[in-house]
């Protein structure tokens, strides 16, 4: 869990469905999360009936361990959003300490699920750009907070080499946002659109009903 001014914990079903335009056919496809951290949305699923696997490193942890870790960084992350709320848009959050609530409350569902989940194989601790997880063992992808995000982290051989192996074990693979950071377009994304179109896959920019970041309200979905 990077420490970062997005809040990079905490999301809940609703917004996987709005910021990967998931309909109710995509929910019934086997997916596999990526970057998913402390989210409620395999708990969320898996109590509606569908089939998720998340992967993330901080998976390597104990539940109370990761619940001491959002502790330690939520006041110093939440201090960032209040220093930056011109970046986001409040529309379905009103002011930081209303998201700060709300990403706490999506981490207590997570929490309360850990443990037999992990023990199901729901919660993976791997990292990209290698997965230890079969050819097409999944139906669709989604890669939240991680890609495109953390471009000044992680280089565009990182990005290319991830979207390749998630495409190894999905047909399909979202990608949500596309923006840095800073609130700017990844310099990233142009080169991996060239690259995947060039390689046969239907690559597509798609508008999404969800915005926090100001701008960020795009996913990038590729098709092999």
Not at 131 to 151: A, M, N, P, T
């Amino acid at each position: 869990m990077k420490l970062n001014g997005v809040v990079p914990w905490g999301r809940t079903l609703e917004e996987y469905k709005l910021m990967f335009a998931l309909s109710d056919a995509d929910l019934s496809k086997k997916i596999v999360g990526c970057g998913d951290g402390p989210a409620s949305f395999n708990a969320e699923m898996t109590e509606l009936g569908y089939s998720v696997v998340s992967i993330d490193p901080v998976y390597q942890f104990s539940a109370e361990q990761i619940k001491q870790r959002v502790q330690e960084t939520y006041e110093p992350v939440i201090s960032q959003v209040k220093q930056n709320v011109n970046r986001y848009y409040w529309k379905n959050f009103s002011n930081a300490d209303e998201l700060g609530l709300a990403r706490l409350a999506a981490m207590d569902k997570f929490l309360l699920d850990y443990e037999t989940g992990a023990a199901a194989g729901r919660y993976l601790p791997q990292s990209l750009p290698s997965l230890e997880l079969f050819d097409d063992q999944f139906e669709l992808c989604v890669c939240s907070h991680l890609l495109f995000l953390y471009s000044e982290q992680l280089s565009l051989d990182f990005h290319l080499a991830s979207i390749h192996e998630l495409l190894r074990i999905s047909p399909e693979v979202r990608i949500f946002p596309l923006l840095k950071l800073d609130c700017e377009l990844s310099p990233y994304v142009e080169p991996v659109v060239q690259e995947f179109s060039s390689r046969g896959c239907n690559v597509e920019v798609r508008s999404v009903a969800y915005e926090f970041q100001k701008g960020g309200n795009q996913m990038l979905k590729i098709n092999r």
